[in-house]
């Protein structure tokens, strides 16, 4: 086909030699000369008697060539052994009947000829998607910044720099200063440099002459047309890309050489690496919200290829399975498997996954997890450790990462929403986290040796991606405390470095409330400081006859205060927040009958909340993990809304069931509408334009799916959430806490919800006075205090410390510890209880 091709345009060429597999009859149309091997180089397939400018013209169109090589139907290019394929071109010569070789040698010679397109088909993919203009007598550039404000999202600089070397000599500034934005480097910050790559990618793009209209086509030496320089040829690219990520395409391709199973085998032996090597580095050379890296993950991802993921892992698992790392020649190929993997997942609900096994097993949905933390391990950390920061990380490596990183995220969050039932919560951990260098990272340096600081400035860094991509690979306690030594700093630059009990002492706010109106006294001194409310606050109670109530506030107060003022804002019964079945609180979407001006109480409340977490007081709302989601800006998916209402859930997932068991969904007569009563007004709102015209049926009830979850989820209290996360975000930036998934984000907020762990109380619990330990009383103490409830147990901590929940990490992280003191009464003093201090503390 190729030599036929060739012939139409050139005239007879020797481009292939006769391959050995053809039978004598095929074999002597091929014209004789001495047989090469097939090679990498199109340029070197070419017959060397040729003029070096002819074979290079040829090796340029190949590409082009092979745009009419698979524009042919697939029917007629078949890799059976049954049937020898016949084709036949207009101008050339007749065509050549033979016997064809196995499946996978004629696979192998199809991928090859795909392989040709791939470098000016990633050079065009490159360009795409970039704003560009253009530039008299240069090639393709981009243009400046103003030009790129659409970018702005996917583009931001999050100190990530295009040369790391440059970036660590720039962060050594910073790294003495303080590392609290080192976190702020996240996904956005991956994808930021993956777009600057790409940019010097197209900058740096192979130039040629094309031809002026006056030239011959295939004539690149054209004398008289004039030209221009210019990079490949977009429309021949475009055609390119345009027909390889056809789904009839890429099925046919795939189909072709994709196996149930693979022995170990070398990419330059195994047809099914070379071609997803080739597709990875398309992937390589895209963003990943690019039209073209979704077109194909899509075909993939969406059943062209039956199978695909579970054949492709096993050709993928002998060379990953057992290893540390992702060797060189898997990295394009895992790149495409972890792409498609993640994109499918989108489109699955959990219980497809974990107990139907799709799209993979659960015993590979195991291999591939543990697999996907030794390369990320190699990708965060150890590669990048080694090779410190001299060396760039390749364009195909920075896409690794963020794809398996993504993917890593999506698998976790998947398996805690079933609790680890499938994969316990301790496999999900690095086999050896860099909890010493996190500790010194976190350790303020004041060393005066550049070259230190350059490499804690690194390592910082390092650990700023790995806090924000994948946290979950580092033990909960190490984040904890990093956030924690986050607030410190915060706290520290506020006042001037004194810490006192509850924080600074820097400027301090008097504020004086009644405890039967908290939240009304509380939102008229407190909301007008908007982001100054992180400053610290000296509480006063007074009675309704304005009596001030005893005491000092070393602390002690405000904690009683936060607890009451929080206690009384998230209170369903004032009619802002409502709870679920589980008695969990979410926005409510009839807020703004209840408040008229509800978006400003939302957003006092959440500078509330972040004022609760940012002085480390552990509060009694517990939250739906949708909305904490949102206090992460992670999108909630259709599996979220089980959170939200069980039963609707349930019910919105039997359609896929009714669908696939050959019922007819028009005949439940739902509509593309939702219908709402909010005290008493009943309401009905579309769900698309002229929703309540459009009947779900079974072509249309995925979007269905997903509009109603979106909907509920998301739409339906966007205006409350909007206001929350900005009072919230006031105080506490969200880069503080990306380090945490919504489970623990609740874990920050209100601490666990158990009973008193009594056996680490009593161990940090100190005495004085005379007490000790080993008196009958004191252990009389300790038995009664075990045998107490739950709420029992609550109330002594809330006498002792104002807080009602022990500290996230133990009573060894409480501050000033609890102590045990025997005070000595005067004769004739009389009786006396036990007497605590938690105002003072």
Not at 181 to 207: N, Y
Not at 210 to 228: H, I, L
Not at 329 to 347: I, M, N, Q
């Amino acid at each position: 086909l190729v030599r036929a091709c060739h012939h139409a345009v050139v005239g007879p060429i020797d481009l292939y030699p006769a391959p050995s597999n053809l039978t004598p009859s095929a074999a002597a149309v091929h014209p004789s000369g001495p047989k090469r091997p097939r090679s990498a180089s199109t340029e070197a397939l070419l017959s060397p008697s040729w003029p070096k400018t002819i074979r290079r013209q040829l090796s340029d169109d190949l590409p082009c060539l092979l745009v009419n090589l698979l524009e042919l139907r697939p029917s007629t290019v078949r890799v059976d052994a049954s049937a020898p394929p016949v084709a036949s071109v207009p101008s050339a010569p007749p065509a050549a009947e033979y016997t064809s070789a196995p499946k996978t040698t004629d696979a192998s010679l199809l991928v090859h000829l795909v392989q040709e397109a791939r470098g000016p088909l990633c050079s065009w993919l490159a360009s795409q998607g970039l704003p560009t203009r253009a530039a008299s007598g240069a090639h393709t550039e981009l243009s400046g910044r103003a030009s790129e404000e659409q970018e702005d999202e996917d583009d931001m600089d999050l100190g990530l720099e295009e040369g790391f070397s440059a970036a660590a000599a720039a962060a050594a500034g910073a790294a003495a200063a303080g590392d609290a934005e080192t976190v702020a480097q996240g996904f956005r910050g991956l994808d930021a440099l993956i777009a600057r790559r790409l940019r010097l990618l197209v900058r740096g793009s192979p130039q040629r002459v094309v031809p002026g209209t006056g030239n011959a086509p295939g004539n690149s030496c054209g004398s008289g047309g004039g030209g221009a320089t210019e990079s490949r040829p977009t429309s021949a690219s475009n055609s390119m890309f345009q027909l390889l990520a056809r789904s009839s395409t890429v099925g046919f391709l795939f189909n072709a050489v994709l196996a149930p199973s693979c022995a170990p085998a070398t990419p330059s032996s195994n047809p099914t690496l070379l071609l997803a090597d080739m597709y990875g580095d398309c992937l390589a050379h895209t963003r990943y919200r690019d039209p073209q890296y979704q077109r194909i993950v899509q075909v993939l991802a969406r059943g062209s290829v039956d199978q695909f993921l579970p054949r492709m892992w096993a050709a993928l698992r002998p060379g990953l399975v057992g290893q540390r790392s992702c060797p060189s020649w898997l990295e394009l190929p895992v790149l495409l498997f972890g792409a498609v993997y993640s994109f499918s997942l989108l489109a699955l609900d959990d219980t497809e996954v974990f107990d139907r096994g799709l799209p993979l097993g659960q015993s590979e949905q195991f291999e591939v997890t543990v697999t996907i933390r030794g390369i990320l391990y190699d990708l965060f950390w150890d590669r990048a450790t080694s090779e410190g920061g001299e060396v760039e990380p390749s364009l195909p490596r920075l896409q690794l990462q963020a794809c398996l990183g993504r993917l890593y995220n999506q698998l976790y969050d998947r398996h805690a929403r079933r609790d680890f039932k499938h994969i316990p919560r301790d496999q999900w951990l690095w086999p050896e986290p860099p909890t010493l260098e996190i500790s010194d990272a976190s350790r303020p340096h004041t060393a005066p040796d550049a070259d230190g600081m350059v490499a804690r400035a690194q390592r910082s860094r390092r650990i700023g991606m790995i806090f924000t991509c994948i946290p979950q690979v580092i033990p909960f306690q190490a984040r904890i405390l990093r956030f924690q030594q986050l607030i410190e700093e915060d706290q520290q630059g506020l006042g001037g470095g004194g810490v006192g009990f509850d924080g600074v002492f820097g400027p301090v706010i008097d504020l004086k409330v009644r405890r039967d109106s908290v939240y009304e006294d509380a939102m008229e001194a407190l909301d007008p400081l908007g982001r100054n409310l992180k400053s610290r606050i000296r509480v006063a109670f007074e009675s309704d006859l304005g009596h001030q109530e005893a005491g000092i506030d070393g602390g002690g107060l405000f904690r009683d205060f936060m607890d009451v003022l929080c206690e009384r804002a998230f209170d369903p019964q004032h009619g802002m927040f409502n709870v679920t079945q589980d008695q969990l609180l979410y926005p409510n979407p009839a807020a703004p009958m209840v408040h008229p001006d509800s978006e400003r109480h939302f957003a006092f409340m959440g500078r509330v909340l972040g004022k609760a977490v940012y002085s480390q007081i552990l509060v009694k709302p517990q939250f739906t993990l949708f909305f904490l989601n949102k206090l992460l800006n992670r999108a909630n998916q259709i599996d979220d809304l089980y959170t939200l209402d069980p039963e609707m859930y349930r019910n919105l997932i039997s359609l896929k069931d009714i669908a696939r068991s050959g019922g007819n969904l028009e005949d439940l007569t739902l509509t593309f509408s939702v219908s709402s009563n909010m005290y008493g007004r009943a309401q009905n709102r579309d769900l698309v334009p002229g929703g309540s015209e459009v009947v779900v049926d079974n072509s249309n009830f995925f979007e269905y799916q997903y509009r109603l979850a979106d909907f509920h989820l998301n739409k339906e209290i966007a205006p409350q959430c909007r206001a929350f996360l900005r009072g919230f975000h006031d105080i506490i930036p969200v880069d503080w806490i990306r380090m945490f998934d919504a489970r623990e984000l609740q874990m920050v907020i209100g601490g666990t919800q158990r009973n008193i762990d009594v056996a680490n109380l009593r161990t940090y619990t100190q005495y004085a006075g005379g007490f000790h330990e080993s008196q009958p009383f004191i252990q009389a103490f300790w038995r009664v205090l075990k045998s107490f409830t739950p709420a029992q147990q609550g109330d002594f901590l809330k006498f002792v410390t104002s807080c009602s929940r022990q500290p996230i990490l133990g009573f060894a992280y409480l501050q000033p510890p609890i102590c045990i003191q025997k005070v000595p009464l005067d004769s004739g003093s009389g009786f006396r209880l036990p007497m605590a201090a938690p105002r003072m503390n």
